[in-house]
């Protein structure tokens, strides 16, 4: 059987809003369509890819769906019964597709077309550049761990790339990377914003009920969580710190508490010079534990996956705790470095 047919029907979501914007996902899908043209292809109605598929004569069947929310599109989809879905959007996108997938305990898989504004989390499988070469190589199927993050005791989703409490998130604006205010989002203000830490003498983390770090320990430096995949380019590296490590000892995630902001869009060499030496304290996240954070200063947002999701208060309490393969990503083959062992779809 070859790779085409495994991928059963299949379902697309294309987010026109990703960092790319809408032209460039417009031609994006002018060259993926022609590809599935063979295929059982499943669309939302009244989204941009079936207005696309529509104006290609692509063949395919509509289900309705809420235009403008990828995880109910997703939902529907599923109930459509896909077996793979392809994410066509930047690490958020990907990731509510993912959630969901997760969430549903689907078997469907994902393949993640990158074309926002980072496009580094490990559900993207391919960029727009290296379509054409993805869809003519051979794949493997890549469990993909996730962190669930929660705020005082309710879920807020699945992290597949990072969570920070953070005053600023990635966003493009006139094809250019952007720091935009993330509390500002909710209010619906589309603004640029300078990244300053949220971190002050009263935040903490807990790791399983005890607390490990607080005060002039975080002050002014900057949390981040993150689920551990492809890391075996750190391991036995040890200037990697606990990347060195986890890959050894059945860790899923990391939460790093550094002494400076590590999430900005412009970062130069007079950057890095001013916060050295920089400190970095490294939790590992092992499947049954759990980590907690709270303290943080006003002005804040909890940011998943690089979209804003809750304004922070000094009071709330974020959790953290690990999912293992929580979906399956297909990739190229000959791009999985350090992944967990998949099955080759060839």
């Not at 989204?47 to 692509?58: H, K, M, S």
């Not at 990828?70 to 959007?89: N, S």
């Not at 469990?143 to 309710?154: I, S, T």
């Not at 094809?175 to 993330?182: E, P, Y």
């Amino acid at each position: 059987m070859s790779s085409r047919e495994r991928l059963g029907r299949i379902g697309v979501i294309a987010n026109p809003c990703a960092g790319a914007g809408p032209d460039v996902l417009r031609s994006l899908l002018t060259r993926l369509l022609p590809v599935l043209r063979e295929s059982d292809v499943v669309l939302s109605a009244g989204t941009f890819e079936a207005a696309a598929a529509d104006a290609f004569g692509l063949p395919c069947r509509k289900v309705r769906g809420p235009v403008g929310d990828a995880g109910g599109l997703t939902r529907g989809l599923l109930e459509a019964g896909v077996d793979t879905v392809i994410g066509v959007g930047g690490d958020g996108t990907l990731g509510d597709i993912g959630s969901v997938l997760s969430s549903a305990g689907s078997v469907a898989r994902l393949i993640g077309v990158g074309v926002g504004s980072s496009n580094v989390g490990p559900l993207v499988g391919t960029t727009a550049a290296e379509l054409e070469g993805f869809f003519a190589s051979p794949w493997m199927d890549v469990p993909v761990h996730a962190l669930e993050v929660g705020v005082d005791g309710a879920k807020v989703g699945l992290s597949f790339h990072d969570a920070v409490v953070a005053n600023t998130f990635f966003g493009t604006r006139g094809g250019r990377r952007v720091d935009l205010d993330a509390a500002g989002a909710f209010c619906g203000e589309d603004r640029v914003a300078h990244p300053l830490s949220v971190c002050g003498q009263e935040t903490w983390i807990a790791k399983n009920g005890r607390r490990l770090l607080a005060g002039a320990q975080l002050e002014g430096g900057q949390i981040v969580a993150s689920p551990l995949n492809d890391t075996d380019s750190c391991r036995g590296m040890a200037a990697s710190g606990f990347l060195c490590w986890g890959p050894y000892v059945g860790c899923l995630g990391i939460v790093a508490a550094a002494s400076a902001l590590l999430i900005r869009t412009q970062v130069g060499r007079g950057d890095l010079e001013a916060v050295e030496p920089l400190r970095i304290f490294h939790l590992g996240l092992a499947p049954d534990d759990v980590v907690e954070m709270g303290g943080f200063r006003t002005g804040a947002a909890l940011v998943v996956d690089g979209t804003p999701r809750c304004a922070a208060t000094p009071s709330m309490t974020v959790s953290l705790s690990t999912v293992e393969g929580a979906v399956v990503s297909i990739r190229r083959a000959a791009s999985v470095v350090g992944a967990p062992e998949g099955e080759e779809s060839e």
